[in-house]
């Protein structure tokens, strides 16, 4: 069974950072390409970030470029994204998402096989 789990949403002022994680289970992680996309209240959902199986492309959202990073560690399963210098429209759920083989684009959402049950960010003061 495919499982993804994300963690280290919370609460933190504007300006500041968090760090999420997304432990995988269930498959070859090293395998696959990664995503992660966020819905804030009301809206639809975005991708924010994608990483290649190697880590060694990553490729970010306009809005999100330059403040968050993606990363990944094969021999733990697990992926990242480090967010910095957050602002108040950062504040979403945020999912990791496990492409199809056969992902035409990262916003496609409909194509991801797998998602996780989502982490909150919640950025104010």
């Known amino acids: 069974e495919v499982q993804l789990v994300e963690s280290g949403g919370g609460l933190v002022q504007p300006g500041g950072s968090l760090r999420l994680s997304c432990a995988a289970s269930g498959f070859t992680f090293s395998h696959s390409a990664m995503s992660w996309v966020r819905q804030a209240p009301g809206k639809g959902r975005e991708w924010v970030s994608a990483i290649t199986t190697d880590g060694g492309v990553t490729t970010y959202a306009t809005s999100v470029k330059g403040r968050f990073t993606i990363s990944r560690d094969n021999a733990k399963n697990t992926l990242y994204l480090q967010m910095d210098s957050l602002q108040p429209e950062a504040t979403a759920v945020y999912y990791c998402?496990?492409?199809?083989?056969?992902?035409?684009?990262?916003?496609?959402?409909?194509?991801?096989?797998?998602w996780g049950q989502g982490t909150q960010v919640t950025v104010s003061s």
């Open positions: 998402a496990k492409p199809s083989p056969v992902q035409t684009s990262w916003s496609k959402f409909h194509e991801y096989e797998y």
